[in-house]
T-cell receptor
Framework: GNSVTQMEGPVTLSEEAFLTINCTYT??????LFWYVQYPGEGLQLLLK?????DKGSNKGFEATYRKETTSFHLEKGSVQVSDSAVYFC??????????????FGQGTILTVHP | KAGVTQTPRYLIKTRGQQVTLSCSPI?????VSWYQQTPGQGLQFLFE???????NKGNFPGRFSGRQFSNSRSEMNVSTLELGDSALYLC?????????????FGPGTRLTVL
């Protein structure tokens, strides 16, 4: 079946540090890949997405590239801010078949950024 | 455009009771999915509805059920509540059925079972 594996957390950084959160996946075909962010007490917000190999998703300074050869979708940001402190989830959606509407999530990575 | 809304936001029930949660998708979205989020199991898919039809179901017992109305609003019901059902229940909507359609999440309903 489909699965998503994220790097173990939590991750603690100082403001303006470089961020990488690793994400690898297992799926057949070409799934769509997503990064979601969850702030305390809130639901999930879509951060960025990529729907085919070599696509780069980007938003609010965050980037992730869909690497089919390494089945990865690592999240990066060049300079984090305190306001980026949240839980980050990598997710995939199968390209077709009968898995309609089902996102498979990684376990989440807690990011804390200190001033 | 208004986002996904869920009601109620918080709910406290006792074991054995049943509960109904409601979700209103973004206008024009026809697909609604439900997820359960717990610290131990993370985010798990419950079911998905599209045009009033359940098209996909996760690995949850039959106590968990749902439905979708003609206006795309959806409800989920949990009967005979157990302590382990305490969780954040998230609803998400998307335009259609394709995997490339991103899902937009509501704020969730926090269910506590005592």
């Amino acid at each position: 079946g489909n699965s998503v594996t994220q790097m173990e957390g939590p991750v603690t950084l100082s403001e303006e540090a470089f961020l990488t959160i690793n994400c690898t996946y297992t799926a057949t075909g070409y799934p769509s890949l997503f990064w979601y962010v969850q702030y305390p007490g809130e639901g999930l917000q879509l951060l960025l997405k990529a729907t085919k190999a070599d696509d780069k998703g980007s938003n609010k300074g965050f980037e992730a590239t869909y690497r089919k050869e390494t089945t990865s979708f690592h999240l990066e940001k060049g300079s984090v801010q305190v306001s980026d402190s949240a839980v980050y989830f990598c997710a995939l959606s199968p390209a077709g078949g009968t898995s309609y509407g089902k996102l498979t999530f990684g376990q989440g990575t807690i990011l804390t950024v200190h001033p | 455009k208004a986002g996904v809304t869920q009601t109620p936001r918080y709910l406290i029930k006792t074991r054995g009771q049943q509960v109904t949660l409601s979700c209103s998708p973004i206008s024009g979205h026809r697909s609604v999915s439900w997820y359960q989020q717990t610290p131990g199991q993370g985010l798990q898919f419950l079911f998905e509805y599209f045009s009033e039809t359940q098209r996909n179901k996760g690995n949850f017992p039959g106590r968990f059920s749902g439905r979708q109305f003609s206006n795309s609003r959806s409800e989920m019901n949990v009967s005979t509540l157990e302590l382990g059902d305490s969780a954040l229940y998230l609803c998400a909507s998307s335009v259609g059925a394709g995997g490339y359609n991103e899902q937009f999440f509501g704020p969730g309903t926090r269910l506590t079972v005592l």
